[in-house]
């Protein structure tokens, strides 16, 4: 399943070119173009009760919409509804990776989708009290306005809480401020994200 993602980071795409009978699942309304042998299937992944659950709690859509090419290889354009950059993390069986809410833009099928509770502080941090769970095998593609870096943590690393995107599950965070109470309130940063461990962030 060759893709490309073009004209990052502003505008960014994901250019699909999907052999005979294989799929890719995205979120409602992501679809840009696709071929005429493309077929678009809606559904409410893992039932109804667990993408409402996946809607409240992590900012994912109700229904999904899986592209799957059939009679021969077909091509599928998937976007965000914001511009900005996209960037595609392939998941081991069982690894998973944290999304921020309206961050997860599409996944390839075995992908599993859940929600973490993102601790008490989340809700006043930007970082959400909850985050969305990827968990593999496969490939799922996260997108945020403006664009995206990779850090590779390893010990501790320091994020201001509105500019996460995602980290892999092998790193923990812990929601602090970044000074002393000045700093909190007049200093312009307000709450911070420490991780620790060794591991990959996506920053915006």
């Known amino acids: 399943m060759p893709y490309e993602i073009k004209s ?14 294989e799929s890719v699942v995205a979120e409602s309304g992501a679809m840009v173009a696709m071929s005429s042998n493309v077929k678009m299937k809606t559904e409410a992944r893992g039932g109804l009760l667990a993408a409402a659950k996946r809607k ?13 090419a059939q009679g021969g290889n077909g091509r599928v354009m998937l976007a965000p509804g914001s511009p900005g950059d996209i960037k595609a993390f392939a998941l081991q069986p069982e690894q998973s990776l944290f ?4 961050a997860y833009l599409a996944a390839t099928p075995d992908v599993t ?11 006043f941090s930007g970082v959400g009290m909850f985050l969305l769970k990827a968990t593999g095998p496969g490939t799922v593609f996260i997108c945020s306005y403006g664009g995206i870096f990779e850090k590779q943590c390893e010990g501790e690393y320091i994020v201001d809480t509105d500019h996460i995107v ?33 591991g ?4 915006q």
């Open 8 to 21: 990052a980071p502003d505008y960014a795409i994901i250019d699909y070119d999907l052999a005979d009978g």
């Open 56 to 68: 409240l709690l992590g900012g994912e859509s109700i229904f999904q919409n899986t592209f799957t």
């Open 200 to 203: 990959m962030i996506y920053v």
């Open 113 to 123: 989708l859940d929600t973490k509770w993102g601790g008490a502080k989340g809700f």
């Open 166 to 198: 995602a980290f892999q599950d092998s790193v923990q965070y812990n929601v602090t401020k970044v000074g002393g109470i000045k700093s909190l309130f007049f200093g312009g940063e307000g709450l911070v994200a420490r991780f620790a461990g060794q």
């Open 99 to 102: 999304i921020q809410s309206s």
